[in-house]
């Protein structure tokens, strides 16, 4: 039976703002890099929110054309 206190996942990573570790992060922004690794910068829920940030999933859509 599961136990329905059981929290859901959540990711940890590295805050690209306020430099520390924390719990919660999403993607803002990525970077491309033709023939090298990319590259992300994630914020914190607390610095999305001082700064106005826009999470990366959250972003409208813009076609290529």
């Not at 690209?16 to 922004?29: D, K, T």
């Not at 607390?46 to 940030?53: A, S, V």
Request: aromatic letters at 10%; hydrophobic letters at 35%.
């Amino acid at each position: 039976m599961k136990d329905s206190t059981q929290a859901a996942p959540m990711s940890y990573g590295w805050c690209s703002w306020h430099q520390a570790a924390a719990a919660g992060v999403r993607l803002i922004n990525f970077q491309e890099q033709g023939s090298g690794p990319g590259g992300g910068t994630f914020a914190c829920g607390t610095c999305i929110e001082t700064h106005g940030l826009i999470p990366f999933e959250d972003q409208p859509c813009t076609p290529v054309l």
